[in-house]
């Protein structure tokens, strides 16, 4: 799996047990700005507010880690109108750093609004670098799954993220609603 280097020695890995406690934090921390409140349709959201509340017990953290390597799979249960996706993590050591996923097949939708790859950073973690650097370590992998180039969108007002896409040579297609839409080439990474 990738293993790119990142800023304080962040890499991108599969999900895993190793950095429970850190992901335990990290989720108080989303939970603080507002995330995982109803109307978060995220990843990030849904999950917590699916399973978030058992994750302090080691066994279902370690059935929702065996859960998100599984949405990799295209016959796991999901959704209506969403498609398989690999989830990676972003760990410095054992501490969880934040999260990301590239969708296997492009939709109408994803198209149109949410791109094939989406991530978040730790609150307490921002600002440092590793969105930008998690963005980098990931095209290889979209690239394995076809994509090149591939869609990053993100909302219009969204600073951090479009700086991330653009460091990582997202070229703006256009803007749609709240979403600029950047195509990143993977080929070249
Ligand atoms: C958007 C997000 C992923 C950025 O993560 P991050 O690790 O802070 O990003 P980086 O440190 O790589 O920052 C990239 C650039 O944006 C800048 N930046 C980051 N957050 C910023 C903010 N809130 N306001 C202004 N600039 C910001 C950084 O300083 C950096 O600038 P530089 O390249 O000139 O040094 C993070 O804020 C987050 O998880 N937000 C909530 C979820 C989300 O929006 N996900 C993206 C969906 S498209």
């Known amino acids: 799996m990738t293993a790119a280097e990142g800023p304080g020695g962040g890499v991108l890995v599969p999900p895993t047990v190793a950095v429970h406690a850190s992901f335990l934090a ?74 990301l996923s590239i969708r296997h097949r492009m939709t109408r939708r994803l198209l149109e609004w949410g791109g094939i790859i989406g991530y978040d950073v730790r609150p307490s973690l921002r600002r440092r670098g590793h969105a930008t650097a998690m963005l980098r370590a990931s095209l290889p992998v979209a690239r394995r799954l076809g994509f090149d180039p591939v869609l990053v969108t993100c909302d219009w007002d969204n600073i951090g993220s479009r700086k991330a896409i653009e460091a990582c040579g997202g070229v703006l297609e256009d803007r749609r609603a709240e979403k600029l839409r950047y195509w990143i080439a993977t080929g070249d990474t």
Do not use: K, Q
């Open 26 to 99: 990290a989720v108080e921390e989303f939970r603080a700005e507002g995330r995982a409140r109803a109307d978060d349709n995220s990843m990030l959201g849904r999950d917590i507010l699916t399973h978030g509340d058992r994750w302090a017990d080691p066994d279902a953290f370690a059935a929702y880690v065996r859960l998100t390597l599984g949405d990799a799979d295209d016959e796991a249960p999901r959704p209506p109108g969403h498609v398989p996706s690999t989830v990676l993590w972003w760990v410095v050591g054992d501490t969880f750093v934040g999260r």
